[in-house]
């Protein structure tokens, strides 16, 4: 486990718990819950408080890049007649025109 100190956690009045310590969203419905990390289990977290009823929010370093099913879709097919990187350029255009700069 590895909970980074931030300046002024130490007086944070809620719950401070690691990826490994967390069971289920049931007991943060309807509370603010903030995921820092966006690796699986910060995503895989931050679905299941939403599905809960919390009100997630999530902390990233650096800009992501997010794929609906179709583009993901529509890379497998570009894959076959295209080159991998052309492919991936394609797609982050694709989604920054659909998504804008999410930076």
Partial sequence: ENI?????LE???????????YKSG?????KNVLVV????SG????????THGANTS???????HVMTKELIRLGMAL????PLNLVDKLLV????????DLS
């Fill in 4 to 8: 980074p100190m931030i300046p002024g």
């Fill in 43 to 50: 995503m895989e977290i931050a679905y299941d408080l939403a």
């Fill in 58 to 64: 999530i902390v990233i370093r650096s800009p992501i």
């Fill in 37 to 40: 990390g966006s690796g699986n």
């Fill in 93 to 100: 255009m694709a989604a920054y025109l659909i998504f804008g």
């Fill in 79 to 82: 894959a076959h007649h295209l």
């Fill in 11 to 21: 007086n944070f009045p809620g719950d401070v718990i690691h990826s490994s310590s």
């Fill in 26 to 30: 049931k007991s943060y419905s309807g």
